[in-house]
C-alpha cells in the first residue's frame, strides 16, 4: 500500500467583498500587487475596486462602445489593457483609471487581448486576425487570415505567440511574424494552455474533448467524457 502523505494547508479562503457594476461582468484582474481589482463589463463600463474592502476607487463609463471583450493586466501590475465590440484597444493607468492610450484595431470585434511576460508588448486578435503591438499600444505587426476567428491568445514567450482556431494551434515569431510551428487536428478548438515550460499544449475542443500535443516530439493526445466543452484550462505551476 502506497505511504500517504499529509499535507499542510497553503491557505484559507475568506470572505472578501460584493461590489455592483453596471451589467454583465465580462472581464477582471488585480493589479498593483493585489491592492486593485479591476472589472469590465457588457456595457463597455471599466471600474476598479479597492482589493480589500471593496470600495470604489475608479470608473469609465465609456471606456469601449458596447461591451467589453476581454481585459488583460501587464505583468508589473500598473497597466490594464482592455478590448471591445468597438473594434478598439484602450490602455489605462490602473492606479487612477486614466486613458494612457487607443488603438484601432479594426472594423469588427476585438475578441482577445494578453499582456506578454515581460509586459513590453500586447497581442490582441479581431476576426481571424492577430496583431502584435508595443507596450504604448503601437502596431507592430498583423498576421495573415487564420482559417476561422481566433478562439484564443497565449504567450509562450517574449519572442513567441500561440494562437487556436478551428483546425489548429499556430506559434508566431513575434518579431517578425513569421510561422514558428503549427499543430493541426480537425476540430473547432475554443481554449488554449501551455505548461510553463511551453512544451505540452492543450486545446479545448467544441466536441466536448481536451487535445493535446507536445512540442519536444509531436506526439498528440486526447481526453473525452467532459459535460460541456472545456472553455478555460490551466496547468499547474509543475505542470503535473
Not at 466536441?207 to 490551466?234: C, I, T
Request: hydrophobic share 35%; with cysteine; charged share 20%.
Amino acid at each position: 500500500m502506497p505511504k500517504l502523505v499529509k499535507n499542510k494547508a497553503r491557505g484559507v479562503l475568506q470572505n472578501g467583498f460584493f461590489a455592483t457594476v453596471d451589467d454583465y461582468p465580462i472581464a477582471g484582474g488585480w493589479g498593483l500587487n493585489g491592492k486593485l481589482f479591476a472589472v469590465g463589463d457588457a456595457s463597455g463600463s471599466v471600474q476598479a475596486f479597492d482589493g480589500t474592502s471593496g470600495r470604489k476607487i475608479w470608473k469609465n463609463s465609456e471606456a469601449h462602445v458596447g461591451g467589453i471583450m476581454s481585459m488583460s493586466v501587464s505583468s508589473n501590475g500598473k497597466q490594464l489593457a482592455s478590448v471591445g465590440q468597438d473594434g478598439q484597444l484602450a490602455l489605462w493607468d490602473f492606479a487612477e483609471g486614466q486613458l494612457q492610450h487607443r488603438t484601432e484595431i479594426g472594423s469588427g470585434w476585438v475578441e482577445h487581448v494578453a499582456w506578454s511576460k515581460s509586459g513590453n508588448h500586447l497581442a490582441v486578435s479581431s476576426g481571424r486576425v492577430v496583431t502584435i503591438l508595443s507596450s504604448s499600444g503601437d502596431k507592430i505587426w498583423s498576421s495573415k487570415n487564420h482559417p476561422s476567428t481566433v478562439s484564443a491568445l497565449e504567450w509562450v514567450t517574449d519572442q513567441e505567440l500561440s494562437t487556436a482556431c478551428y483546425g489548429r494551434v499556430t506559434f508566431f515569431n513575434t518579431s517578425s511574424g513569421k510561422e514558428n510551428e503549427r499543430l493541426e487536428w480537425q476540430g473547432s478548438l475554443v481554449s488554449l494552455a501551455l505548461s510553463p515550460d511551453g512544451n505540452v499544449v492543450a486545446c479545448g475542443s467544441q466536441d466536448k474533448s481536451v487535445h493535446f500535443w507536445r512540442r519536444s516530439n509531436g506526439q498528440d493526445s486526447m481526453m473525452s467524457g467532459y459535460p460541456w466543452k472545456p472553455s478555460e484550462l490551466a496547468f499547474s505551476h509543475d505542470s503535473i
